[in-house]
């Protein structure tokens, strides 16, 4: 009931948020690597579902809170989602983006200070979880571990095999239906769109 924990209930909505994001930015963008992220994503959901019903480990004070959907804590759904999110988003600024060797600093900054900031997330979220009690710091800690792997595993999955498909799946005829399209071939997506939409509007 205190102002901090008001404030960390709020921030564990973090999840909820992304995914609202992802689905918007999928409706509007249709872009592959976008929905490959967020499949991955919902994989990671899965698997955190099988550790919990293999593992059982309860919840700490679980009478605290009497709403919760699952009486199982290991490891902490909320800190492998967001440590999944932030490692996945990492990796992608890093290598998955598209720069020259002469990366300007503004270019190099802005990707510094959104890690940065990624990070912050993740670890508040994390910590949100054992302050509200609905986790012990070893769910937290196990539940970060879990989302970093799959993150880098994923990653692995999308660069190495999901993309160099990506061509052939926006070519497919309900690929076409739905306007999905694949944008991994093009240096700099904002600036392609944006010359692209200046030069229509002339």
Request: aromatic share 16%; proline share 4%.
């Amino acid at each position: 009931g205190d102002f901090s924990g008001q404030l960390l209930a709020y921030l564990s909505l973090g999840p909820l948020f992304i995914i609202v994001g992802f689905v918007t930015l999928i409706i509007f963008k249709r872009e592959l690597h976008t929905i490959s992220f967020l499949g991955g994503l919902a994989f990671n959901e899965g698997v955190n579902w099988l550790i919990k019903n293999v593992i059982r480990e309860p919840r700490p004070c679980e009478e605290t809170h009497s709403t919760v959907t699952t009486k199982y804590g290991m490891p902490s759904s909320h800190s492998q989602f967001m440590w999944f999110f932030s490692v996945y988003s990492f990796l992608f600024l890093y290598l998955r983006m598209h720069q020259t060797n002469n990366a300007r600093f503004l270019d190099l900054l802005w990707r510094h200070v959104l890690s940065i900031c990624l990070v912050t997330v993740a670890l508040l979220v994390s910590y949100s979880r054992v302050y509200l009690l609905y986790h012990t710091w070893s769910q937290v800690l196990y539940g970060g571990v879990a989302g970093s792997i799959m993150a880098i595993a994923w990653f692995a999955f999308t660069q190495e095999i999901l993309t160099p498909l990506f061509p052939r799946i926006a070519a497919w005829p309900i690929s076409e239906f739905f306007l999905i399209r694949d944008t991994s071939l093009i240096p700099n997506i904002l600036w392609f769109e944006y010359t692209v939409t200046r030069a229509e509007a002339r």
